[in-house]
């Protein structure tokens, strides 16, 4: 089985600021990890996924993640926050075995960007 | 194509109607899914396909039922549906099998019933 743990369900930053958004994952196997974005009344977006290899993943819009298997995290940061980037975020992992499997989400994390 | 589509984009349907609601892809990917989001929620997985069958339902009540006529297109018929039914309807797909990466979301039917 597997789980997701967002801390925070309001993170607010100023324009500019350093974006970090925590995510810690529970797996009894190696996990493929994933962050999405939502933007108000769309889809998901994926921003970056971890499935195997290089422990830092560069994702879309500026955005990164650490997968660190020590920590079971799986951190999203952004060096300097934009206004754009207001919107809801969404850790999920996944089982790296077979078959069609669901991705389990997080509780999600709102992102509000000061001016 | 990289894009999962899904029609209507918003739908306002009686509690005695009928509707069904659709999602297409062409990116060659044997797994299909349905999810419900409520407001401020994660996604809550409805239905999985796997290769066309019938995989996945998580006790999902009758009055929702899927139908994946083709590995393309995936359908949610809807009938006597509850206001709490409301919500915003998520279509996704992805591949099968080991090496398999994240889903691709469509962006959504969002269902008032009134």
């Known amino acids: 089985a597997q789980s997701v743990t967002q801390l925070g369900s309001h993170v607010s930053v100023s324009e500019g600021a350093l974006v970090l958004l925590r995510c810690n994952y529970s797996?009894?196997?190696?996990?493929?990890l994933f962050w999405y974005v939502q933007y108000p009344n769309q889809g998901l977006q994926l921003l970056l996924k971890y499935t195997t290899g290089a422990t830092l993943v560069k994702g879309i819009n500026g955005f990164e993640a650490e997968f660190k298997k020590s920590e079971t995290s799986f951190h999203l940061t952004k060096p300097s926050a934009h206004m754009s980037d207001a919107a809801e975020y969404f850790c999920a992992v996944r089982l790296s075995s077979g078959s069609a499997r669901q991705l389990t989400f997080g509780s999600g994390t709102q992102l509000t960007v000061l001016p | 194509d990289t894009e999962v589509t899904q029609t209507p984009k918003h739908l306002v349907m009686g509690m005695t109607n009928k509707k069904s609601l659709k999602c297409e892809q062409h990116?060659?990917?044997?797994?299909m899914y349905w999810y419900k989001q409520k407001a401020k929620k994660p996604p809550e997985l409805m239905f999985v396909y796997s290769y066309e069958k019938l995989s996945i339902n998580e006790s999902v009540p009758s009055r929702f039922s899927p139908e994946c006529p083709n590995s393309s297109l995936l359908n949610l018929h809807l009938h006597a549906l509850q206001p709490e039914d409301s919500a915003l309807y998520l279509c996704a797909s992805s591949q099968v099998g080991q090496g398999a990466g994240g889903y691709t979301f469509g962006s959504g039917t969002r269902l008032t019933v009134v």
């Open positions: 990116m060659g990917h044997r797994a």
């Open positions: 797996s009894s196997v190696p996990p493929y």
